[in-house]
């Protein structure tokens, strides 16, 4: 349950001493520090502050702070003494002031490098959707049409995974369309960032994008209240499990699956202790045990069934460590856990500053995603985004249940009932972005 930061007590600016724990109630990017609320630690964080026009902006947190505020300097021989020493620090003062554009021209360079990173993410998906859905849609009707368009967008995604020096997953902006190409564009990017990590080779990212991407295609065949109804009685179980077969058909006739990627669609329901299906095998292909993990991880989250309640990310990587851990590969499970790192992408958290934020992108560190800011006074698509990773004084302090925010908070936030995934690569020239 996310409670709200505790009441905070308006002061002016003259009583700020170090140990307070302040709120500037501006917009982010109306200041140099990265978080609005913060502990000030340097006679500089002070300086900074008195320089914004805070009246009637400016708090302090009394249960978080190591000091109390100081005396109102509100006389009239108070404010001459100030205005006195201002004259005297005005050397200072531009100095502090030239600091404090650096500042925030440095937090404003970070801020694009990261949203171009998202936009480049966002943009590349929406390609690869359109290819996806055009290509499984019509799977049934024209195998061999569709089995070119899924070819060609899975050697250019297994080109660029392969020869990427780093690839960075994102969690994407609010998708409305509705289609099979949310779930198969989910698999074939985690399958194409655990595959790299096993060391697969590019033909073999190729095989593993392609069966990820038309691994469901013979859930055509499958009459919709089958597919949305759980529990299944066993002849709906027996005809569910049909799937497998129908997309075999619908791949082996386009011509244009490779031995290797029909093998990654044929077992993707099987598991290494040889209780999965249709086989019952425990000798799957890397590329199929690959997906057949990351298949249940994005069900888990986004379930198919409407019977089903989703999990929360964690919860879902969780569920398949502890209860369902027999089921894969040991070391391939290992991969998948520390790509989505402690707090995977979708995932909602308070920060240690008592501010809200969604993860977006695992980051270089488990415990350290990154995240956005919940800043209400800002469009979502301008809310800060942070790399927890290179600010030492925020951390996570808990995760929260969506079903737990007021009404107005999750509209902003919006974490996605349907979960959405897709990568991007580097910047050669700042491979932070």
């Not at 925030?104 to 590349?124: G, I, N, P, Y």
Request: some cysteine.
């Amino acid at each position: 349950m996310w409670n709200k930061p505790g009441t905070p007590v308006p002061i002016d600016a003259s009583q700020l001493v170090l140990g307070l724990y302040v709120w500037l109630d501006l917009r982010w990017d109306e200041h140099a520090f990265l978080t609005n609320r913060f502990l000030l630690k340097t006679q500089n964080d002070i300086a900074v502050v008195q320089s914004y026009n805070t009246r009637g902006r400016l708090y302090y947190h009394p249960e978080k702070s190591t000091a109390r505020p100081a005396v109102r300097l509100n006389t009239p021989l108070a404010d001459a003494a100030v205005e006195a020493a201002e004259v005297v620090q005005s050397a200072q003062k531009a100095a502090m002031l030239q600091e404090m554009v650096r500042a925030e021209k440095a937090k404003k360079d970070k801020f694009r490098l990261q949203k171009d990173a998202a936009v480049r993410a966002d943009r590349a998906w929406d390609k690869a959707a359109s290819a996806a859905r055009e290509g499984l849609l019509n799977m049934a009707r024209s195998p061999k049409t569709a089995g070119e368009q899924l070819a060609l967008l899975s050697r250019e995604t297994a080109s660029t995974i392969a020869q990427g020096q780093e690839i960075l997953l994102h969690l994407l902006g609010d998708k409305k369309d509705q289609g099979p190409q949310f779930h198969a564009l989910n698999t074939m990017t985690l399958c194409m960032l655990v595959g790299k990590k096993a060391g697969l080779s590019e033909a073999e990212l190729a095989d593993l994008a392609l069966g990820a991407l038309a691994h469901d295609a013979g859930k055509a065949q499958i009459p919709p209240q089958i597919l949305k109804t759980w529990p299944r009685k066993k002849h709906e179980e027996d005809f569910y499990r049909q799937h497998v077969q129908y997309g075999l058909q619908f791949a082996a006739q386009s011509g244009a699956f490779s031995r290797g990627a029909l093998a990654v669609i044929a077992d993707h329901h099987e598991a290494v202790d040889g209780s999965g299906w249709p086989r019952g095998t425990k000798t799957a292909s890397v590329g199929a045990r690959i997906l057949a993990l990351v298949d249940r991880y994005d069900r888990l989250c986004t379930p198919e069934a409407t019977g089903r309640e989703p999990l929360l990310p964690s919860e879902a990587l969780s569920t398949m460590f502890r209860k369902q851990g027999n089921e894969f590969d040991p070391a391939l499970l290992h991969t998948l856990i520390k790509l989505l790192g402690v707090y995977p992408p979708g995932t909602v958290v308070q920060l240690s500053d008592e501010s809200l934020a969604l993860v977006v992108s695992p980051g270089s560190h488990s415990l350290r995603p990154r995240v956005l800011i919940y800043s209400p006074e800002l469009p979502k698509d301008e809310a800060p985004m942070l790399e927890l990773a290179g600010e030492p004084d925020l951390k996570i302090v808990e995760t929260i249940r969506p079903s737990t925010l007021p009404a107005d908070v999750l509209q902003w936030l919006n974490p996605q009932q349907r979960l959405s995934y897709f990568f991007s690569v580097a910047n050669a020239e700042n491979n932070s972005a």
